[in-house]
Protein backbone atom coordinates (compact mmCIF):
# COMPACT_ATOMS: atom_id res chain seq x y z
CA UNK A 1 0.00 0.00 0.00
CA UNK A 2 1.46 3.44 -0.83
CA UNK A 3 2.02 5.97 1.81
CA UNK A 4 0.81 9.68 1.58
CA UNK A 5 3.65 11.68 1.21
CA UNK A 6 3.64 15.27 2.05
CA UNK A 7 6.54 16.94 0.55
CA UNK A 8 5.85 16.72 -3.42
CA UNK A 9 8.04 19.53 -5.15
CA UNK A 10 7.77 21.30 -8.75
CA UNK A 11 10.15 18.74 -10.34
CA UNK A 12 9.23 15.42 -9.20
CA UNK A 13 5.62 16.01 -9.71
CA UNK A 14 6.76 17.32 -13.40
CA UNK A 15 8.38 13.85 -13.81
CA UNK A 16 5.26 11.70 -13.18
CA UNK A 17 3.21 14.19 -15.31
CA UNK A 18 5.66 13.63 -18.09
CA UNK A 19 5.79 10.45 -18.20
CA UNK A 20 5.63 7.87 -21.16
CA UNK A 21 1.66 7.49 -20.80
CA UNK A 22 1.57 3.86 -20.28
CA UNK A 23 3.94 4.19 -17.48
CA UNK A 24 1.51 6.83 -16.06
CA UNK A 25 -1.69 5.15 -16.56
CA UNK A 26 -0.42 1.99 -14.90
CA UNK A 27 1.25 3.58 -12.10
CA UNK A 28 -1.87 5.53 -11.14
CA UNK A 29 -4.13 2.78 -12.09
CA UNK A 30 -1.92 0.68 -9.65
CA UNK A 31 -2.39 3.05 -6.88
CA UNK A 32 -6.02 4.04 -7.52
CA UNK A 33 -6.85 -0.05 -6.72
CA UNK A 34 -5.01 0.59 -3.39
CA UNK A 35 -6.90 2.95 -1.70
CA UNK A 36 -10.90 3.04 -3.56
CA UNK A 37 -12.75 0.72 -5.61
CA UNK A 38 -12.15 0.94 -9.78
CA UNK A 39 -15.59 0.37 -10.19
CA UNK A 40 -17.42 2.96 -7.75
CA UNK A 41 -17.53 6.57 -9.11
CA UNK A 42 -19.40 9.29 -6.89
CA UNK A 43 -22.09 11.33 -8.69
CA UNK A 44 -22.57 14.69 -7.07
CA UNK A 45 -25.04 17.16 -8.48
CA UNK A 46 -23.66 21.35 -8.10
CA UNK A 47 -26.44 23.54 -7.47
CA UNK A 48 -25.83 27.29 -8.09
CA UNK A 49 -28.23 29.22 -5.21
CA UNK A 50 -27.25 32.23 -6.32
CA UNK A 51 -25.99 32.86 -9.39
CA UNK A 52 -23.91 36.03 -11.18
CA UNK A 53 -23.36 39.52 -9.84
CA UNK A 54 -20.56 38.56 -8.25
CA UNK A 55 -18.25 41.70 -7.26
CA UNK A 56 -14.93 39.35 -7.94
CA UNK A 57 -12.86 39.43 -11.20
CA UNK A 58 -12.04 35.50 -11.60
CA UNK A 59 -10.86 35.61 -15.14
CA UNK A 60 -12.34 32.52 -15.90
CA UNK A 61 -16.11 32.92 -14.97
CA UNK A 62 -18.90 33.92 -15.97
CA UNK A 63 -20.83 35.00 -12.90
CA UNK A 64 -18.27 38.32 -12.42
CA UNK A 65 -20.39 41.11 -12.85
CA UNK A 66 -18.02 43.27 -14.71
CA UNK A 67 -18.12 41.11 -17.58
CA UNK A 68 -20.59 41.04 -20.49
CA UNK A 69 -21.85 37.48 -20.64
CA UNK A 70 -25.22 35.58 -21.23
CA UNK A 71 -25.24 34.78 -17.44
CA UNK A 72 -28.62 35.66 -16.12
CA UNK A 73 -28.23 36.59 -12.17
CA UNK A 74 -30.90 34.93 -10.22
CA UNK A 75 -31.29 35.87 -6.25
CA UNK A 76 -30.70 33.41 -3.40
CA UNK A 77 -32.89 30.22 -3.97
CA UNK A 78 -35.36 29.30 -1.08
CA UNK A 79 -34.30 26.13 1.27
CA UNK A 80 -37.60 24.35 -0.58
CA UNK A 81 -36.56 25.04 -4.54
CA UNK A 82 -33.04 23.72 -3.08
CA UNK A 83 -34.41 20.51 -1.13
CA UNK A 84 -36.78 20.06 -4.46
CA UNK A 85 -33.56 19.65 -6.08
CA UNK A 86 -31.48 17.51 -3.63
CA UNK A 87 -34.77 15.36 -3.98
CA UNK A 88 -34.22 14.90 -7.71
CA UNK A 89 -30.80 14.55 -8.11
CA UNK A 90 -31.03 11.52 -4.94
CA UNK A 91 -33.13 9.44 -6.64
CA UNK A 92 -30.89 9.89 -10.00
CA UNK A 93 -28.05 8.59 -8.35
CA UNK A 94 -26.43 11.55 -6.85
CA UNK A 95 -25.20 10.94 -3.24
CA UNK A 96 -23.66 14.49 -2.96
CA UNK A 97 -24.71 17.62 -3.43
CA UNK A 98 -23.00 20.82 -3.63
CA UNK A 99 -24.27 24.50 -3.23
CA UNK A 100 -22.34 27.42 -4.89
CA UNK A 101 -23.38 30.95 -4.50
CA UNK A 102 -21.31 33.62 -6.68
CA UNK A 103 -20.58 35.77 -3.63
CA UNK A 104 -16.79 36.94 -2.76
CA UNK A 105 -16.84 36.15 0.97
CA UNK A 106 -19.84 35.12 3.57
CA UNK A 107 -21.44 37.99 5.20
CA UNK A 108 -22.92 37.23 8.65
CA UNK A 109 -27.34 37.83 7.99
CA UNK A 110 -30.34 36.50 7.08
CA UNK A 111 -28.77 34.57 4.05
CA UNK A 112 -26.22 32.87 5.74
CA UNK A 113 -28.84 31.72 7.84
CA UNK A 114 -30.66 30.81 4.72
CA UNK A 115 -27.72 28.89 3.37
CA UNK A 116 -26.87 27.10 7.37
CA UNK A 117 -30.92 25.75 6.77
CA UNK A 118 -30.35 24.53 3.25
CA UNK A 119 -26.94 22.30 4.85
CA UNK A 120 -29.32 21.13 7.79
CA UNK A 121 -31.97 20.20 5.27
CA UNK A 122 -30.03 18.34 2.63
CA UNK A 123 -27.94 16.62 5.78
CA UNK A 124 -31.11 15.17 6.82
CA UNK A 125 -31.83 13.52 3.63
CA UNK A 126 -28.72 11.35 3.68
CA UNK A 127 -26.72 12.83 1.60
CA UNK A 128 -23.12 14.76 1.80
CA UNK A 129 -23.75 18.52 1.75
CA UNK A 130 -20.87 20.42 0.39
CA UNK A 131 -20.83 24.45 -0.23
CA UNK A 132 -18.95 27.02 -2.22
CA UNK A 133 -19.74 30.08 -0.89
CA UNK A 134 -16.25 32.16 -1.68
CA UNK A 135 -13.93 33.08 1.53
CA UNK A 136 -15.50 32.43 4.94
CA UNK A 137 -14.06 33.21 8.96
CA UNK A 138 -13.35 30.38 11.26
CA UNK A 139 -16.51 31.38 13.22
CA UNK A 140 -18.22 30.90 9.91
CA UNK A 141 -16.69 27.50 9.36
CA UNK A 142 -18.04 26.10 12.66
CA UNK A 143 -21.50 27.34 12.02
CA UNK A 144 -21.26 25.60 8.53
CA UNK A 145 -20.10 22.22 10.78
CA UNK A 146 -22.97 22.58 13.39
CA UNK A 147 -25.40 22.65 10.63
CA UNK A 148 -24.44 19.16 8.96
CA UNK A 149 -21.96 20.14 6.48
CA UNK A 150 -19.79 17.59 5.09
CA UNK A 151 -17.05 18.83 2.87
CA UNK A 152 -16.30 23.00 1.65
CA UNK A 153 -14.86 23.99 -1.81
CA UNK A 154 -12.45 26.61 -2.25
CA UNK A 155 -10.11 25.99 -5.29
CA UNK A 156 -6.87 27.14 -5.20
CA UNK A 157 -7.52 27.62 -9.31
CA UNK A 158 -3.66 27.43 -10.22
CA UNK A 159 -0.37 28.14 -8.91
CA UNK A 160 0.60 30.85 -6.55
CA UNK A 161 2.51 32.39 -9.53
CA UNK A 162 -0.53 32.40 -11.93
CA UNK A 163 -3.29 33.20 -9.77
CA UNK A 164 -1.87 36.71 -10.18
CA UNK A 165 -2.55 36.65 -13.82
CA UNK A 166 -5.81 34.88 -13.50
CA UNK A 167 -7.36 37.14 -10.63
CA UNK A 168 -7.01 40.30 -8.99
CA UNK A 169 -9.50 40.93 -6.53
CA UNK A 170 -7.81 38.78 -3.94
CA UNK A 171 -4.94 36.45 -3.48
CA UNK A 172 -3.66 32.90 -3.36
CA UNK A 173 -3.01 33.16 0.37
CA UNK A 174 -6.49 34.09 0.63
CA UNK A 175 -7.64 30.65 -0.45
CA UNK A 176 -5.27 29.12 2.02
CA UNK A 177 -6.67 31.08 5.05
CA UNK A 178 -10.15 30.11 4.18
CA UNK A 179 -9.04 26.63 4.05
CA UNK A 180 -7.27 26.76 7.12
CA UNK A 181 -10.02 28.25 8.92
CA UNK A 182 -12.35 25.15 7.58
CA UNK A 183 -9.49 23.12 8.81
CA UNK A 184 -10.35 23.43 12.44
CA UNK A 185 -14.21 22.33 12.13
CA UNK A 186 -14.66 18.57 11.44
CA UNK A 187 -15.77 19.42 7.86
CA UNK A 188 -13.50 18.42 4.88
CA UNK A 189 -11.60 19.80 2.36
CA UNK A 190 -12.46 20.31 -1.50
CA UNK A 191 -9.87 22.16 -3.38
CA UNK A 192 -8.73 21.97 -6.79
CA UNK A 193 -8.34 23.74 -10.33
CA UNK A 194 -9.02 24.58 -13.55
CA UNK A 195 -6.25 23.48 -16.59
CA UNK A 196 -6.39 25.45 -19.54
CA UNK A 197 -5.96 28.90 -18.73
CA UNK A 198 -2.84 29.77 -20.24
CA UNK A 199 -1.01 28.20 -17.62
CA UNK A 200 2.20 26.08 -17.89
CA UNK A 201 3.01 22.76 -16.69
CA UNK A 202 4.84 24.12 -13.96
CA UNK A 203 1.77 25.83 -13.17
CA UNK A 204 -0.11 22.67 -12.86
CA UNK A 205 2.58 21.08 -10.76
CA UNK A 206 2.90 24.22 -8.38
CA UNK A 207 -1.02 23.82 -7.82
CA UNK A 208 -0.45 19.99 -6.98
CA UNK A 209 2.28 21.29 -4.76
CA UNK A 210 0.21 23.52 -3.13
CA UNK A 211 -2.72 20.79 -2.65
CA UNK A 212 -0.38 17.73 -1.68
CA UNK A 213 1.78 19.60 0.71
CA UNK A 214 -1.33 20.64 2.77
CA UNK A 215 -1.47 17.78 5.66
CA UNK A 216 -4.26 16.29 5.74
CA UNK A 217 -4.23 16.49 1.63
CA UNK A 218 -7.68 17.53 0.53
CA UNK A 219 -10.61 14.76 0.80
CA UNK A 220 -11.30 15.67 -2.47
CA UNK A 221 -9.76 17.50 -5.76
CA UNK A 222 -11.71 18.91 -8.41
CA UNK A 223 -9.93 18.82 -11.91
CA UNK A 224 -11.21 20.98 -13.97
CA UNK A 225 -10.51 22.03 -17.62
CA UNK A 226 -12.10 25.48 -18.54
CA UNK A 227 -15.20 26.25 -20.45
CA UNK A 228 -13.96 29.31 -22.33
CA UNK A 229 -17.21 31.64 -21.73
CA UNK A 230 -17.52 34.54 -24.55
CA UNK A 231 -17.30 38.08 -22.84
CA UNK A 232 -14.68 36.72 -19.73
CA UNK A 233 -10.74 37.36 -20.19
CA UNK A 234 -9.99 33.49 -21.31
CA UNK A 235 -12.83 33.06 -24.01
CA UNK A 236 -9.95 32.88 -26.28
CA UNK A 237 -8.33 30.06 -24.95
CA UNK A 238 -8.37 27.23 -26.80
CA UNK A 239 -9.51 23.88 -25.25
CA UNK A 240 -7.62 21.31 -23.15
CA UNK A 241 -6.65 18.47 -24.61
CA UNK A 242 -8.01 15.19 -23.25
CA UNK A 243 -4.76 13.66 -22.94
CA UNK A 244 -3.89 16.74 -20.25
CA UNK A 245 -6.61 16.17 -18.62
CA UNK A 246 -5.50 12.26 -18.35
CA UNK A 247 -2.24 13.31 -17.65
CA UNK A 248 -3.44 15.83 -14.63
CA UNK A 249 -5.76 13.53 -12.55
CA UNK A 250 -3.22 10.23 -13.15
CA UNK A 251 -0.80 12.88 -11.75
CA UNK A 252 -3.14 14.33 -9.22
CA UNK A 253 -3.89 10.32 -8.04
CA UNK A 254 -0.23 9.51 -7.58
CA UNK A 255 0.71 12.18 -5.27
CA UNK A 256 -2.92 12.43 -3.25
CA UNK A 257 -3.88 8.50 -3.16
CA UNK A 258 -6.39 8.54 -0.72
CA UNK A 259 -8.66 11.80 -2.26
CA UNK A 260 -11.58 11.08 -4.15
CA UNK A 261 -10.41 13.21 -7.62
CA UNK A 262 -13.26 14.94 -9.14
CA UNK A 263 -13.54 14.57 -13.16
CA UNK A 264 -15.41 17.91 -13.07
CA UNK A 265 -16.38 20.97 -15.59
CA UNK A 266 -15.16 20.20 -19.19
CA UNK A 267 -17.14 16.58 -19.76
CA UNK A 268 -19.08 17.76 -22.46
CA UNK A 269 -16.10 18.44 -24.59
CA UNK A 270 -14.57 14.75 -23.78
CA UNK A 271 -15.71 11.45 -25.38
CA UNK A 272 -16.39 8.51 -23.54
CA UNK A 273 -13.75 6.89 -24.12
CA UNK A 274 -11.30 9.68 -22.82
CA UNK A 275 -13.73 9.96 -19.73
CA UNK A 276 -13.17 6.28 -19.29
CA UNK A 277 -9.49 6.53 -19.48
CA UNK A 278 -9.58 9.10 -16.68
CA UNK A 279 -11.56 6.98 -14.43
CA UNK A 280 -9.02 4.39 -15.24
CA UNK A 281 -6.12 7.25 -13.99
CA UNK A 282 -8.06 7.72 -10.88
CA UNK A 283 -10.73 9.78 -11.09
CA UNK A 284 -13.91 8.57 -8.94
CA UNK A 285 -16.72 11.51 -9.19
CA UNK A 286 -18.61 13.09 -11.48
CA UNK A 287 -20.68 15.80 -11.14
CA UNK A 288 -23.60 15.50 -13.21
CA UNK A 289 -26.78 17.49 -14.51
CA UNK A 290 -27.13 19.86 -17.58
CA UNK A 291 -25.82 22.81 -16.47
CA UNK A 292 -22.13 23.09 -13.74
CA UNK A 293 -23.56 26.25 -12.87
CA UNK A 294 -23.53 27.91 -15.55
CA UNK A 295 -21.92 26.12 -18.29
CA UNK A 296 -23.26 23.13 -19.92
CA UNK A 297 -22.67 19.54 -18.68
CA UNK A 298 -23.78 16.06 -20.42
CA UNK A 299 -27.37 14.81 -19.27
CA UNK A 300 -27.94 12.70 -16.64
CA UNK A 301 -29.31 9.91 -18.84
CA UNK A 302 -25.79 9.54 -21.01
CA UNK A 303 -24.02 9.48 -17.61
CA UNK A 304 -26.15 6.44 -16.42
CA UNK A 305 -25.92 4.93 -20.06
CA UNK A 306 -21.50 5.48 -19.57
CA UNK A 307 -21.92 4.42 -16.07
CA UNK A 308 -23.81 1.27 -17.71
CA UNK A 309 -21.54 0.59 -20.63
CA UNK A 310 -18.40 0.62 -17.92
CA UNK A 311 -19.94 -1.44 -15.33
CA UNK A 312 -19.87 1.44 -13.00
CA UNK A 313 -21.34 1.91 -10.24
CA UNK A 314 -22.54 5.32 -8.04
CA UNK A 315 -21.08 5.66 -4.69
CA UNK A 316 -22.90 5.49 -1.79
CA UNK A 317 -22.38 8.39 0.99
CA UNK A 318 -20.77 8.65 3.87
CA UNK A 319 -18.16 5.68 2.79
CA UNK A 320 -15.08 7.64 4.31
CA UNK A 321 -16.24 9.75 6.92
CA UNK A 322 -19.83 9.71 9.30
CA UNK A 323 -22.62 11.81 8.23
CA UNK A 324 -22.02 14.77 10.62
CA UNK A 325 -25.13 15.49 12.67
CA UNK A 326 -27.19 18.98 12.12
CA UNK A 327 -27.53 20.97 15.34
CA UNK A 328 -30.76 23.21 15.01
CA UNK A 329 -30.44 26.84 14.61
CA UNK A 330 -32.18 27.14 18.08
CA UNK A 331 -29.50 25.64 19.36
CA UNK A 332 -26.41 26.56 18.24
CA UNK A 333 -23.38 27.53 20.19
CA UNK A 334 -22.16 30.40 18.08
CA UNK A 335 -23.15 33.74 17.66
CA UNK A 336 -22.03 36.03 14.11
CA UNK A 337 -19.38 37.78 14.57
CA UNK A 338 -19.73 40.06 11.56
CA UNK A 339 -16.03 39.77 10.19
CA UNK A 340 -14.90 40.93 7.05
CA UNK A 341 -11.91 38.95 5.22
CA UNK A 342 -8.43 40.84 4.54
CA UNK A 343 -7.96 41.85 1.01
CA UNK A 344 -4.29 40.94 0.54
CA UNK A 345 -3.37 42.39 -2.56
CA UNK A 346 -5.07 46.02 -2.83
CA UNK A 347 -4.32 47.70 -6.15
CA UNK A 348 -3.25 44.59 -8.37
CA UNK A 349 -4.67 44.94 -12.14
CA UNK A 350 -4.63 42.50 -15.10
CA UNK A 351 -4.57 43.68 -18.08
CA UNK A 352 -6.73 41.64 -19.75
CA UNK A 353 -9.61 41.54 -16.95
CA UNK A 354 -9.48 45.38 -17.17
CA UNK A 355 -9.82 45.34 -21.21
CA UNK A 356 -13.11 42.21 -20.36
CA UNK A 357 -14.17 44.41 -17.96
CA UNK A 358 -14.56 47.89 -20.48
CA UNK A 359 -15.56 45.86 -22.80
CA UNK A 360 -18.77 44.52 -20.35
CA UNK A 361 -19.85 48.30 -19.53
S1 LIG B 1 -15.38 32.16 -9.54
FE1 LIG B 1 -16.65 32.63 -7.75
S2 LIG B 1 -15.59 34.35 -6.80
FE2 LIG B 1 -14.81 34.25 -8.89
S3 LIG B 1 -16.13 35.65 -10.09
FE3 LIG B 1 -17.00 33.58 -10.24
S4 LIG B 1 -18.53 33.50 -8.65
FE4 LIG B 1 -17.18 35.21 -8.15
Not at 253 to 262: A, G, H, L, Y
Request: aromatic fraction near 6%.
Amino acid sequence: MSITKHDWNKEEIISIYNKPLMDLLYEAATIHREHHDPNVVQVSTLLSIKTGGCSEDCGYCPQAARYDTDVEGNDLMSVSQVKAQALRAKSNGSSRVCMGAAWRNVKDGSEFDQVLEMVRTVNKLDMEVCCTLGMITENQAKRLAEAGLYAYNHNLDTSEEYYKQVISTRGFEDRLQTIENVRKTNITVCSGGIIGMGESIEDRAGMLVALSTLNPQPESVPINALVAVEGTPLEDEKPVEIWEMIRMVATTRIIMPETQVRLSAGRMNMSREGQAMCFFAGANSIFAGDKLLTTPNPDVNDDMKMFEMLGLLPQKPFIKITQPISVEASDSQFAPLGEKPKWSRPGHTIERNVEASEKGK
